[in-house]
């Protein structure tokens, strides 16, 4: 168990729709990071934000948004689904700066199917 | 921009023959870099890391893994492989300074291990 906590496990859902996947980071992490995982694209890093603030952006489309709250705790918004956007959805975590030696400790992800 | 390539797509050992999962990255300077392993249905766990120090890093589960800076290659070695040992493999590099920390992966070796 790698302390991080991700919900949905599963979720399925139609075109056009919209999801909020939730994650909470380790106890004392500052830094979370989400990344998509699917057969074609392999692992992308999509966002990242530390201590409430966007740290650093990567292939995350417009559709796409994140934010992380007070608590620390970080939700990922898919909007206008399409069948492209079903993938593995994992969230991760590092400790604060100073402390920090690079790994990433990742959940068990969301899976989600867009029918 | 940091690149991660694994050349091997899929690997079939034998258990209790050694292995050799092969990584080479693209990086202007020496960067941290990680294995992680993924079964199915489970998230990324660290297997090992290197960011300074002993070129050759010992991990968890009896993987170690040798760091060779003219070779930009950071290869995962175990000596005998376990039935367990089945699952897919990712080699990621991290930059070792600045703010933003996401990890990059590469595409992954799916390892099967015959009885």
Known sequence: DSGVTQTPKHLITATGQRVTLRCSPRSGDLSVYWYQQSLDQGLQFLIQYYNGEERAKGNILERFSAQQFPDLHSELNLSSLELGDSALYFCASSPRQGRNTGELFFGEGSRLTVL | ?115
């Open chain 2, 1 to 115: 921009a940091q690149s991660v390539t694994q050349p091997d797509i899929h690997i079939t050992v034998s258990e209790g023959a050694s292995l050799e999962l092969r990584c080479n990255y693209s990086y202007g300077a020496t960067p941290y870099l990680f294995w992680y392993v993924q079964s199915p249905g489970q998230g990324l766990q660290l297997l090992l890391k290197y960011f300074s120090g002993d070129t050759l890093v010992q991990g968890i589960k009896g993987f170690e893994a040798e760091f060779k800076r003219s070779q930009s290659s950071f290869n995962l070695r175990k000596p005998s492989v376990h039935w367990s040992d089945a699952a897919e493999y990712f080699c990621a590099v991290g930059e070792p300074s600045g703010s933003a920390r996401q990890l990059t992966f590469g595409s992954g070796t799916q390892l099967t291990v015959l009885p």
